[in-house]
């Protein structure tokens, strides 16, 4: 009998650092994950988007996997859609191009 209560004594610790393991990292991870996906999908024909690589373009298709960018004039490439860092807001690509000029 006293080894079981032993036993489960020991176990409390470990059953605590799983517990805060979970809610402090694994749980946000989750949810940022869960974000990215949704904004992905979202992600339509003619938005601005910013690759991980920092290259700023616009959608011009949306294949299963990945995108078509136009990053200047003419100039086009295939990126994968988990490259995709974020999607540019209307406000701040206005920002950036008034600026370029």
Not at 56 to 67: I, L, M, N, P, W
Request: aromatic content about 8%; overall charge positive.
């Amino acid at each position: 009998m006293g080894g079981q209560a032993g036993l489960l004594g020991m176990m409390w610790p470990l059953l605590l650092f799983i517990v805060i393991f979970y809610f402090l990292l694994i749980r946000p991870q989750k949810k940022r994950q869960k974000q990215h996906q949704d904004m992905l999908n979202s992600i339509k024909r003619g938005d601005q988007v910013v690759t991980a690589g920092g290259i700023y373009g616009t959608v011009t298709d949306v294949k299963d996997d990945s995108f078509i960018l136009e990053v200047s004039d003419g100039v086009k490439i295939r990126v994968l859609k988990n490259a995709i860092s974020f999607k540019r807001s209307a406000p701040e690509a206005d920002e950036t191009e008034s600026g370029e000029r």
